[in-house]
């Protein structure tokens, strides 16, 4: 049964950077398109940042040119590179498949203040 596990999350000052991660067991990852969404308080599930098999990524418009999303198949690894981090990031960042088809994992908590 496929796990995901979600980490690296934190509370940062605005501005800043994390690395999230995020390992997939349980299934062969490189057969699967995969990405990242994030929960605000009182907020749906938004999608983040899509890494297809291909290569080809595909980044949502509020955090385009400051997050960038990777992935390494053979490890079943993939990560979320956030940068200028700005208090509308803050969340539960979650990684799924694409679409989310998976059972949801516990996320990882972005928080960006001062």
């Excluded at 993939?78 to 509308?88: N, V």
């Excluded at 960042?93 to 516990?106: E, K």
């Amino acid at each position: 049964q496929v796990r995901l596990v979600e980490s690296g999350g934190g509370l940062v000052q605005p501005g800043g950077s994390l690395k999230l991660s995020c390992t997939v067991s349980g299934i062969e990852f490189g057969l699967y398109h995969a990405g990242w969404w994030r929960q605000a308080p009182g907020r749906q599930r938004e999608e983040v940042a899509i890494a297809h098999m291909d290569g080809r990524r595909a980044i949502a418009s509020s955090v385009r040119g400051r997050f960038t999303v990777s992935r390494d198949d053979d490890r079943g690894t993939m990560t979320l590179q956030m940068s200028s981090l700005d208090p509308e990031d803050t969340g539960v960042y979650f990684c799924n498949r694409y679409p989310p088809l998976w059972p949801w994992g516990q996320g990882t908590q972005v928080t960006v203040a001062s």
